[in-house]
């Protein structure tokens, strides 16, 4: 009389034990008896375990160690050098050779201004050697800045040509000109000209070679920019717009002697255009390329940077720099990379061995299965 | 129940304009239509073809976060503002809205349909003097409609006529108020001669004249005017819309009240909004993040202002300012486009992800074959979607008893007669048997009178009734004799038995099965088939049962001419009037009476006396005078009843069984272990409800105390309070420690929170309706409920529905805790709709309990799932979601601020705007959806087997403002490490070529790689569970990211939308860096490990009861052991007490044959469902089927 509780009815696990008889009994309401829908899919449950977290500390630390010592001597091995152009926190800046120019210029003058600074490497630079020059305290990633350009202009679009993009407001037209290329990345153009002298111990100086092709990216320079019309007769391309406010030459003078480096596709202005994540940045300027026999490419000794000194950074009181610099395969100097990896690597090799005293000393706390139920 | 509803009612369905009284005329359409009464169309959908977008936009756009997202988008539309492109907010809006706008769509659509269903069914109308079909939404006030059998009731109706006698009909009102007994109706007599004669019909022309449209099932008032004469109506004469004609061929009305006047429609009020604890926790949370966004957007609003200042002018040869801009007003400009670059942290899609996942989970509660009831074929069903993870934080169960905690079946179980026992099975070594379905049964078959379902498994009874042994039969004489049963026989053989309580029918029910055959009884007799044989009794004098003498007796005089008084009651009473000759029989029945209680068995002591024929006659005199008498006549028949109930032989005693459901004690004791109070509140008397108390273990022996609350004033209550609580603890304070808080939206609610207080021992309370009215008074609410709440188990007996609801509003006010109640009847719909959460029981008492329930089920162990299971995974599941939703969207906005220092504050993005747009609608989406769906840190038999995992829900430890702050720190940290250690690695780095890679576009793909890379492993820290559908939407996420990147980033979509994809060539140029590699490693080894680290310290030195448990199923690697389900044996000296039923018994109708009334032969069963507890309150029309057309099988 009393019925008893049925377990079987309860146990999902043993699910042809309910029912009014397997199959042929009529459609009812039962729930289909999926895993899915009865939450039972199969399911791997980690938890963290000593037994796991444990080595996973200790096999970390093994492997960051390694590496960050690997990634620490190759930046160390890369050879750089930092020549500074221009430089307001120092005081002593006002003996730099460039000083007079720094002070002086300004975009509205016409006189170009050049200055040679002196510089020495204490060591020879081997293989292909790289030349850029770096801004501080420039804003290349200002909101309103990294969105005043037209990619459609840039792209050799004539009907964005002719009338640029409204995000390149206030340069946008000039003299009721459309500018080309029209915006305020476009019209603070980098253009200092640097040029490199070895000084031979006779005194004499030779010009090093600084090659300007293969320094942009290669989507860039060939999907990105094209010249409207394809790169023949850009005067007349470029004809009915006017060059930016700052540039003292038409975009299709930006290299005359080269038609695939002219307009648009100037790799100069290329490397401009992309524009830099943080305010101090360096960009890719000239490479040195190695020469073909066993002599370095920067033997050591004394050399003479001329720059003819046109961007003025003296109204943000930005620094600007030339850095010469070998690369490796993780790219450019920085110890960061390194120095963090050997430091994570270490932090975990320490907690390991200090979570695994914790888990001898109080590790048995969860065995004791003294759970209430 | 009629005033229950109404009260309910009475804050919705108010119409505007007041009608004041409304009058009508029969069959004058023109004259009703003056007053521009509304037709029968009924219309519940909300929106048609044209007004949907409109209406359903302004809707949606009513919702904070929907109005915020427009605001936003507006923000962004101000190109000085706009620091994203518009589609960064359009795309997610739109597919938010066309979400919501489907849903809705879906709904209305489904609403038109059922709206139409109804409006187009037929019903015959009585136009221009001829039966015509019409649909229901043509017919109009002061029509008179013809309603057949089984036909629904198209409007509210005046009852004209009858095809009955008498003008009756009958109705049933389950879809109305739930009850399913039927109910009578009667016509005045005046319409009712208009009969079905049309010609009469079409000329009636009463007027009515009666109250405006209105809410109250239980009330209508109006006069008829019929030929000058007015005539008084009242709710006897009004059938409601949503009742069902039964046993009636035909009746006819007139229409009063129609479409929405209707009652029915009136009583549809919108139902309150349950919000869940988490859901008000988000919205203070969403408010504060608010906050906070203003306090970041501010802070980098000052920094902006200062650039401006400071460099910003220097820097303008480069970048020259804005027109008409200022420092102070770039600042103002910036404030605005960090509000639109951050509203990351408030994202859109967290709303629709939260109803997402909770639809899941209810399904899984609807798919749930655990909790599927194969015998009524009803599966579980999550009525209400938004609930569920407040089923993981119940503190609180408000149960009703009858029909939830009990099957509200009794059974004949034992008896002891002449001192010996039946009704145990023994072995040879004389231990008992366990029964259960397999153990052979008793065959009646010798008695084809027998109800076959009916059965007893001790032989010995049987053979003993059938020797003739003289006791035996005079014990079921007895049964067969003193009661107030009401047989129905509709065919020969077939017996129905409509008894006032459950009890009774039970005890009629074994004297039937025995062989004493109640078959029928008139006001004057009880004819009893005895062994086959026919014998009536003539019937002198029912002395009836009251809660007072505990007992009823008959006394009858057989066809021999012997007086006999037949009287059964509680023990106690029946000991108190034996003769003394019976003692030691008294002793033995005493014995076994002690047996019966031990098992939970509610007993009766059975009795009986010869009466001398003199005595009887004066006593008759006697009892005639008294009961005649104008005044104290209770107390005169009393003292009548008193003095003849002397000096009784004892017979034996009889044992029923109150039948709980199966696996209740179980349940109760599962829930208790988990933590959760449960209050039993019960319209039952206190008897009955203490009796079950103990038979679920809520009640128990080796309690400390059991309180008993039960007063008459308002002090006596109040003291018995105190008493109690001053037991439970002496040194407790006087006042009860209150914790004044405000929560809410801007702090708007005043909580008041009272603590629970620590008791030793255990204790328990039962407190009756009549005390619980006192106790809930404002001035005593407060001990009320600190008393209550120190005990662990609180019954409260004899309770109306209003102060069930009444009960469970001072919980929830008080206790800030998450209540639950559980019901089946249409009482306990107070209850269910005022706790937090409502479960109906799909039993056998209508569905009314059901339709107002969040969650319903059959059976009441499958509340134990629904709660340790399914509740504690939703809770659990969406506690992980908002906290990992939290986490990696602050993470991601963070980053945004860290980049402001290096940007001059101008608002400029870390990550390309393509992946602003995507993160949370793709790249994140599914993987955090499939943990918050399958998730779970335990199975369900490990849920079962440790009830304790259920309390952090309780207490609120998974998700709290504090959970939230732990979250926000840890996204702190996570974004100083994914801004700045891409930012030193790439500081004044370069490409392996040479060439640059510290551009913005290379930094944007690194940082938003890092970031996903980041927050994925995350995800993968807190998953628990890891199905195949968690490894490929997590994989596939990541796979996808990586597609899109380089698809979006290609040449062919920079030549097709050049302005909308700058991006190109980076992916390309940036992922074959090894450094872009190595930097996220490092980063995602350096958000990770930390998290890690302290996990694995917490598990090691503060585990929790669920890494203890998840510690343990791994190692044991097995399952755990099916829960015990041994029902234990209470050994108990505690003795039971009859439940003869709430009301007093209706002896006296029996004896005055007031109620039974004529009845047609040809008529099914009235009363199919004779389990209805509201039958034994309702008054009800019984009929007997001697006075129909055959004659009774009386001698």
């Known amino acids: 009389m009393a019925s008893n509780y049925n377990a079987k009815e309860e146990d999902g696990h043993q699910p042809a034990a309910i029912g009014h008889g397997g199959a042929g009994t009529v459609k009812n309401k039962k729930p289909d008896n999926t895993a899915f829908k009865q939450q039972r899919l199969p399911a791997w449950q980690p938890i963290l375990t000593a037994g796991t977290v444990l080595p996973a500390f200790f096999v970390i630390g093994l492997i960051f160690i390694p590496i960050g010592i690997g990634l620490f001597v190759t930046s160390n ?91 390149c407001e206030p340069y946008r037209t000039s003299d009721e000109k459309p500018i080309a290329p029209c915006g305020a990345i476009a019209n603070s153009l980098f253009n200092d000209t640097l040029e490199l002298y070895y000084i031979d111990p006779n005194g004499s100086r030779t010009a090093i070679p600084l090659v300007k092709k293969g320094i942009a990216w290669w989507t860039d320079k060939h999907v990105k920019f094209r010249n409207p019309g394809g790169n023949d007769n850009l005067t007349v391309v470029f004809q009915g717009t006017s060059k930016p406010v700052n540039w003292r030459k038409s975009v299709y003078e930006l290299d005359p002697s080269d038609p695939d480096n002219n307009g648009f596709i100037n790799e100069d202005f290329i490397v401009w255009m992309r524009t830099a994540a943080l305010p101090t940045f360096r960009k890719l300027y000239r490479i040195i390329h190695k020469k073909p026999n066993m002599t370095p490419t920067l033997p050591l000794g004394r050399y003479i940077l001329e720059v003819t000194y046109n961007y003025p950074v003296r109204s943000f009181e930005g620094r600007k720099r030339m850095i010469l610099s070998t690369i490796s395969w993780m790219g450019g100097k920085n110890p960061f990379l390194g120095i963090a990896y050997i430091t994570v690597g270490s932090v975990c090799f320490f907690l390991g061995i200090v979570l695994l005293i914790i888990h001898h000393k109080y590790g048995n706390r969860n065995h004791s299965a003294d759970i209430r139920s | 129940m009629g005033s229950l509803l109404s009260q309910l009612g009475l804050e919705c369905g108010r119409k505007e304009v007041k009608e004041e009284e409304r009058h009508l005329r029969a069959n004058d359409r023109e004259f009703n239509l003056s007053y521009e009464y509304a037709d029968n169309a009924i219309k519940t959908s909300k929106y048609n073809i044209f007004t949907f977008l409109p209406l359903n936009l302004f809707e949606q756009f009513q919702r904070l976060a929907n109005a915020y997202f427009l605001f936003l988008l507006c923000l962004q539309l101000i190109p000085e503002i706009s620091s994203l492109s518009w589609f960064t ?14 849903k809705d769509g879906s709904d209305d659509i489904n609403r038109h349909r ?111 005017t019929l030929k000058g004469e007015m005539y008084s109506l009242d709710n006897e004469r009004v059938l409601l819309r949503g009742c069902t004609l039964r046993n009636t061929q035909w009746c006819f009305g007139l229409v009063v009240f129609g479409g929405p006047d209707t009652k029915l429609m009136q009583n549809c009020g919108k139902t ?102 194969p015998k009524s074929d009803t599966p579980a069903e999550a009525r209400t979607t938004t609930l569920n993870e407040e089923l993981g934080q119940i503190k609180y169960i408000f149960s009703d008893k009858t029909g939830t905690l009990t099957q509200n079946i009794m059974t004949f179980n034992k008896c002891s007669i002449n001192g010996k026992s039946y009704g145990e099975l023994l072995d040879f070594s004389g231990q008992r048997v366990e029964i259960n379905e397999k153990t052979e049964k008793v065959d009646f078959s010798w008695n084809n009178l027998a109800d076959p379902k009916f059965c007893f498994h001790d032989h010995s009874l049987v053979e003993v009734v059938r020797e003739g042994n003289p006791e035996v039969q005079a014990f079921f004489r007895l049964l067969a004799l003193c009661h107030t049963v009401m047989p129905e ?94 003692s030691k029989l008294k002793e033995v029945t005493t014995e076994h009476l002690n047996e019966y209680a031990g098992d939970g068995l509610r007993t009766l002591a059975l009795a009986y006396k010869d009466i001398d024929p003199k005595y009887m006659e004066e006593w008759k005199l006697r009892h005639h005078e008294a009961s005649t008498a104008m005044d104290e006549r209770e107390e005169k028949l009393d003292a009548l009843y008193e003095e003849i109930e002397k000096g009784l032989l004892l017979l034996g005693s009889t044992a029923v069984e109150d039948k709980l459901q199966d696996g209740v004690p179980q ?180 569905m009314q309990a059901v339709l107002s329930s969040d969650f319903s089920f059959a059976q009441f162990r499958y509340l134990q799932r629904l709660l340790l299971v399914h509740g504690r995974w939703s809770y659990l599941r969406m506690c992980k979601f908002l906290r990992y939703f939290f986490y990696k969207n602050f993470t991601f906005t963070f980053v945004h601020f860290w980049y402001g220092f290096f940007c001059g504050f101008s608002a400029q993005t870390v990550y390309d705007e393509w992946f602003i ?116 939407f997590l994989w596939g996420s990541l796979c996808v990211y990586f597609a899109v990147i380089f698809t979006m980033y290609s040449n062919g979509m920079f030549l097709i939308f050049t302005s909308s994809f700058p991006f190109i060539g980076t992916a390309r140029n940036s992922l074959n860096q090894p450094n872009v590699w190595l930097t996220m490693l490092l980063t995602s080894i350096l958000c990770v490990l930390p998290v890690v680290a302290y996990r694995f310290l917490r598990i090691l030195l503060w585990p929790t009861v669920n890494d203890k448990v998840r510690y343990k199923v791994r190692q044991d690697k097995v399952l755990p052991p099916a829960p015990r389900r041994v029902q234990a044996r209470r050994t108990s000296t505690r003795r039971s007490g009859y439940a003869f039923s709430h009301a007093q018994g209706y002896g006296d109708l029996v004896t005055s044959g007031r109620f039974l009334r004529w009845t047609p032969k040809s008529r099914p069963a009235l009363f199919s469902q004779t389990d209805s507890p509201l039958a034994q309150t309702q008054p009800q029309f019984y009929r007997t089927i001697n006075e129909g057309g055959e004659p009774p099988l009386s001698p």
Not at chain 2, 89 to 102: D, G
Not at chain 2, 127 to 155: C, H, P, Y
Not at chain 2, 208 to 213: D, G, I, N, T
Not at chain 2, 945 to 974: D, E, I, M, W
């Open chain 2, 89 to 102: 907010t359009v795309v997610p809006l739109v597919l938010v809205l066309s979400m919501t706008m489907a």
């Open chain 2, 272 to 373: 309150t909004l349950k919000r869940t604890s988490i859901d008000r926790l988000m919205n203070v949370l969403v408010l504060s993040i608010f906050g906070f966004l203003a306090v970041m957007c501010l802070i980098l609003a000052v920094g902006n202002g200062i650039w401006e200042y400071q460099e910003g002018s220097k820097f303008a040869a480069f970048l020259p300012k804005q027109e008409g801009v200022n420092a102070p007003f770039s600042a103002f400009l910036t404030f605005w486009s960090y509000v639109i670059i951050l509203n990351t942290v408030v994202p859109i899609s967290l709303y629709v992800s939260v109803e997402i996942i909770r639809l899941g989970n209810s399904f899984y509660i609807d798919w749930d074959r655990k909790m599927y009831y």
């Open chain 2, 489 to 582: 026989e509709k065919k020969e053989g077939e017996l129905y038995y409509q008894a006032q309580s459950p009890d009774e029918g039970a005890l009629v029910t074994a004297a039937r099965n025995f062989g004493f055959v109640f078959r029928s009884r008139t006001p004057e007799s009880i004819t009893v088939v005895e062994m086959g044989e026919l014998v009536t009794y003539e019937l002198l004098a029912v002395l009836d049962f009251n809660n007072v003498r505990k007992r009823m007796s008959v006394i009858v005089r057989s066809p021999e001419g012997k007086l006999t008084l037949y009287c059964k009651g509680a023990d106690t009473i029946i000991f108190e009037r034996l003769n003394p000759s019976c």
């Open chain 2, 667 to 846: 349940t109760i004791e599962q829930l208790s272990k988990a933590d959760i109070k449960i209050w039993v509140l019960t319209g039952d008397k206190q008897e009955t409800a203490e009796n079950i108390g103990y038979s679920c273990n809520m009640l128990r022996e080796e309690m400390t105390e059991v309180f008993i609350v039960s007063a008459n004033t308002a002090e006596e209550v109040r003291k018995e309070l105190q008493t109690a609580r001053r037991k439970m603890r002496p040194d407790g304070p006087e006042e009860p420690t209150v914790t004044k808080s405000r929560s809410g939206l801007f702090c708007l609610l005043k909580t008041e929170t009272v603590a629970d207080e620590p008791v030793d021992g255990e204790y328990a309370m039962v407190i009756n309706g009549h005390s619980l009215a006192f106790a809930l008074e404002k001035d005593m609410e407060m001990e009320l409920l600190r008393t209550a709440c120190m005990c662990q188990t609180v019954i409260c007996c004899r309770v109306t529905p209003l102060q069930k609801a009444q009960v469970v509003e001072l919980v929830k006010k008080y206790k800030q805790a998450i209540t639950l109640a559980i019901g089946d009847g249409a009482n306990d719909v107070s209850m269910i709709k005022a706790a937090h959460i409502g479960v109906g029981i799909s039993g056998q008492e209508g």
């Open chain 2, 917 to 1032: 747009t995507l993160y949370n609608l793709v790249y994140t989406a599914l993987p955090v959806l499939a943990l918050s769906l399958f998730d779970q840190d335990v199975n369900d038999r490990w849920s079962f087997q440790y009830p304790k995992l259920y309390a952090p829900g309780q207490l609120n430890q998974y998700f709290s403002k504090r959970a939230f702050v732990y979250t926000v720190l840890h996204s702190g940290y996570s974004s100083l490490v994914l801004f700045f250690i891409p930012w030193a690695a790439m500081y004044d780095t370069v490409r392996d070529d040479g060439k640059d890679i510290v551009d913005y576009q290379s930094f944007a793909l690194l940082a938003q790689t890092c970031l996903l890379i980041a927050v994925s492993i995350q995800l993968g820290l807190d998953t628990h569970y890891w199905t195949s559908v968690n490894q490929f």
């Open chain 2, 114 to 224: 059922c709206d139409r269903q109804v409006n187009n069914r037929k019903v015959e109308v009585l136009i221009d003097g001829e039966l015509r079909s019409e649909k229901w939404m043509d017919v109009q006030v002061g029509d008179i409609i013809k309603l057949e059998n089984n036909q629904f009731v198209t409007a509210d109706l005046l009852l004209l006529s009858s095809s009955e006698p008498l003008n009756l009909i009958y109705i049933e009102t389950a879809e109305l108020d739930g009850e399913t007994n039927l109910k009578v109706k009667q016509a005045l007599t005046v319409t009712g001669e208009l009969e079905d004669c049309i010609e009469k019909l079409a000329n009636f022309n009463g007027e009515v004249r009666c109250e405006p449209p209105n809410n109250r099932l239980d009330k209508f008032t109006g006069t008829l």
């Open chain 1, 77 to 167: 091995n890369i050879k750089e050098l930092e020549v500074t152009l221009t430089n307001y926190s120092v005081w002593l800046a006002i003996f730099h050779p460039c000083y007079n120019c720094s002070q002086s210029y300004s975009w509205n003058s016409t006189k170009p201004c050049t200055c040679s600074v002196p510089f020495s490497l204490d060591q020879p630079f081997e293989s292909n050697v790289f030349m850029y020059y770096g801004l501080s305290n420039f804003y290349q990633n200002h909101r309103r800045y990294v969105k005043s350009r037209d990619d459609s202009q840039l792209n050799g679009d004539k009907a964005s040509l002719k009338s640029p993009s409204k995000e």
